[in-house]
C-alpha cells in the first residue's frame, strides 16, 4: 500500500468524509519460526454519504470450492467488489484476513451464547 497516495487522497477529500480503518493478523511458521503476517485495509467514505475508495486488501469469507455453500456467489462477490471498489478480493483459501476475523467472531460469539 503507498501510504502518501492514501494520504494525498485523503487531504483532497472534505472534512466530512470518514475514515475506516481494518486490520487482521494471521500467525505464520517460517523456517520453524512464528511471525504475524498483517492486513490492512484503508476505507475513505467519500463526505460521509458518497462512494468511497479502499487501499488495502479486501478478504471476503467466502469459499470457491463447491463442498461449501458460499461457492454459488463468489463470482457474484468478487464482481460487487471489483465494481464497486475497483479492487480485486481474495476468497478462500487466500482470504487470511476474512477466514480468521470471521472464525474467532464466530467463536466468541458461540461462547456468549453458551455462558
Not at 497516495?5 to 519460526?33: M, W
Not at 465494481?83 to 467472531?105: E, H, Q
Request: charged share 20%.
Amino acid at each position: 500500500m503507498d501510504l502518501d497516495l492514501v494520504k494525498a487522497f485523503i487531504h483532497a477529500q472534505s472534512p466530512e468524509t470518514s475514515v475506516y480503518l481494518g486490520c487482521d493478523s494471521e500467525r505464520v511458521k517460517v523456517n520453524g519460526v512464528w511471525h504475524a503476517d498483517y492486513a490492512l485495509a484503508v476505507v475513505v467514505h467519500i463526505d460521509s454519504c458518497h462512494g468511497c475508495k479502499i487501499f488495502g486488501e479486501v478478504h471476503l469469507d467466502i469459499n470457491p470450492d463447491q463442498m461449501h455453500k458460499s461457492s454459488v456467489v463468489v463470482n457474484q462477490a468478487i464482481g460487487y467488489i471489483k465494481g464497486t471498489c475497483n479492487v480485486i478480493p481474495m476468497v478462500k483459501p487466500r482470504a487470511f484476513a476474512a477466514s480468521y476475523a470471521a472464525d474467532r467472531l464466530d467463536w466468541v460469539l458461540s461462547n456468549r451464547k453458551a455462558a
